[in-house]
């Protein structure tokens, strides 16, 4: 399993697409990340105050192929 960090659902989709294609059947949204750099660019636990945005990561995973 590889692990992406980010913040756009597209990006992520885009990234997750291009590491299914190398056979990674599992990729993972780091929501966990306290570091100070990455929450205050919203990513990482820095995403858990944006309950939209995890719902687009959500909808734009959902709209593509499955894993």
Known sequence: MLQL????ADKFVYAAGLL?????????????????TVFN???????LHDPE???AFAYASARTRAW
């Open 5 to 8: 960090l980010t913040k756009d």
């Open 20 to 36: 299914a294609d190398m056979g990674y059947r599992e990729v993972n949204l780091n929501l966990g990340c306290p570091s100070g």
């Open 41 to 47: 660019k919203g990513r990482g636990s820095g995403l």
């Open 53 to 55: 945005a995890i719902d």
